[in-house]
């Protein structure tokens, strides 16, 4: 579908609440339904504080009515005894389905957590998209193995699928991350209970009627809406779940290995954030563009993005100037109307996070740092959650705002002398996500980018990628990885079979 207007995103959206057209019940077997108890919670856009649905606060009891439906679909061998064609082939039914449906994706996106809609039209549900036809189209091309052994025994190595899969997915890219996690373990096999943020949960509530019309059995794809200390730990120490893929906050991650010692003992992946580094030396071969990918790279989406590259390590030599074009090229984001193309910042995710966005600001500046720009709420601050793109500069490694992750438009501006210093500040973190190097020197580049404890090293961009690379963190940044052919070491199991000749 073509763009729409500024107005006919407004008429759209409008109709959507109003008509009361915005599903928010759990779907659980094939079909939708209330929490076992009755209860709902508001669904609230960011953007200006008004309820546009009810989301059913689901808990234990419907948990266990789930992971029930998916054991059971996974032990009839409904999904995961078909044969890898047949997988794939319905996995890009689903993709094709979302891009049929990618105006009211898009709209439920924007209106559930606050992003732009040209963001949420062009960029989170095509990708989103991809991501499902990517790994259906992998799945037929996954071969076993063969183990070099003697002559008289035929021993195979083969890949089968986990289980039941509990996925526990943030606010931030609701679609997309839901996807990263979906795509894989549905590809595989396995049955799957999704537990979106109850702060964004329109999409893939969305997402499951799409996946049933596509022929998704029944009890493959169930998607339980509801808060972390009910959903996320019925899940957690579920004795039926195998395997708990989740994205989300590092305190969140502990409590769910907790859980699962607790337990079963189920596989449990995690992907909990960053606090990353983006590297300028002096012999960069274009600070221009280097300033606007900094930019980019901290505000995009609002900040609200785990590989953000939210501490900007700059040579000495160049700070000033550099910082001065970071500033510059920064100004681009503004905060306004998610619902207009035009908006490159839309709010952020609600008015909680946006009061803890602010009292990092405000640490900021009573630990000394120096505000460069921004450091308000921005529009109507009495409904709205707005914030401007911040950036600080005479910050040291030791502050705060340079070592917890904010989540939010903040940069925090810190110099170094010499590769060694850059080296030290850079790893100097409890996380390892994703760190960036500017550089002209390839000898430099190499070396250092070994020397980086990250997930993903960049070297003059920041956060490219496609589906082809896995994406994952060292340290505290979590286990495993999302995308790629990696994504799948996740979600099945390898067998041996010893074969007497």
């Not at 108890?37 to 546009?52: Q, T, Y």
């Not at 606060?57 to 005894?81: H, L, T, Y």
Request: charged share 20%; aromatic share 8%; net charge negative.
């Amino acid at each position: 579908m073509s763009d729409k207007t500024y107005a006919q995103w407004q008429a759209y959206c409008q109709a959507l609440v109003s008509q009361q057209r915005i599903e928010g019940r759990a779907f659980i077997n094939g079909g939708y339904r209330q929490a076992q108890s009755g209860r709902s919670f508001d669904c609230i856009n960011p953007a200006n504080g008004e309820v546009i649905a009810q989301i059913a606060e689901c808990d234990e009891a419907d948990v266990e009515i789930a992971v029930s439906a998916a054991r059971q679909s996974f032990e009839s061998g409904v999904w995961r005894n078909q044969s890898p064609k047949v997988r794939k082939e319905t996995l890009i039914k689903l993709a094709a389905l979302m891009e049929a449906n990618q105006t009211e994706l898009a709209a439920l996106e924007t209106l559930d957590m606050g992003k732009p809609i040209s963001e949420s039209f062009h960029v989170d549900v095509p990708g989103s998209a991809d991501v499902i036809r990517w790994h259906g189209e992998a799945i037929d091309k996954i071969y076993d193995e063969v183990a070099p052994t003697q002559d008289d025994v035929l021993a195979t190595i083969t890949r089968e699928p986990i289980g039941v899969v509990a996925a526990i997915t943030p606010w931030n890219f609701p679609l997309w991350l839901a996807c990263w996690k979906i795509g894989p373990a549905l590809a595989a096999g396995n049955s799957v209970v999704l537990k979106p943020s109850e702060k964004s949960s329109l999409t893939a509530i969305f997402l499951a009627r799409l996946a049933s019309e596509a022929g998704i059995p029944d009890g493959v794809f169930n998607v339980v809406p509801g808060f972390g200390h009910t959903v996320g730990k019925a899940l957690g120490l579920h004795m039926q779940v195998d395997c708990l893929a989740f994205t989300g906050s590092t305190r969140t991650a502990r409590t769910l290995l907790e859980y699962a010692g607790q337990s079963n003992m189920k596989r449990v992946w995690l992907e909990a954030g960053g606090k990353n580094p983006n590297i300028v030396f002096a012999d960069c071969p274009d600070l221009d563009k280097a300033a606007r990918s900094a930019a980019s790279g901290c505000f995009y989406n609002q900040g609200e993005v785990c590989v953000a590259g939210t501490r900007l390590l700059v040579e000495r030599s160049i700070h000033d100037e550099f910082v001065q074009k970071v500033v510059e090229a920064s100004r681009y984001f503004k905060p306004g109307d998610p619902l207009d193309p035009a908006t490159n910042m839309g709010a952020l995710v609600d008015k909680q996070h946006q009061g803890n966005v602010l009292q990092y600001i405000q640490w900021g500046q009573q630990g000394g740092a120096t505000l460069a720009l921004g450091g308000e709420a921005a529009l109507d601050a009495d409904k709205g959650a707005f914030v401007e793109p911040t950036i600080f500069t005479g910050v040291n490694n030791q502050m705060r705002i340079a070592r917890e992750e904010i989540f939010g438009p903040v940069m925090a501006v810190i110099p170094f002398d010499d590769e060694q210093q850059a080296i030290q500040i850079a790893n100097d973190t409890d996380y390892g996500l994703g760190a960036a190097l500017w550089t002209g020197n390839l000898s430099r580049a190499h070396k250092l980018a070994k020397q980086l404890r990250a997930g993903s090293v960049w070297i003059n961009n920041y956060n490219d990628g496609d589906m082809t690379v896995p994406f994952g963190g060292f340290k505290q940044s979590g286990n495993g990885r999302d995308k790629s052919l990696h994504a799948l070491d996740k979600y099945t199991e390898l067998k041996t079979t010893w074969i007497q000749l």
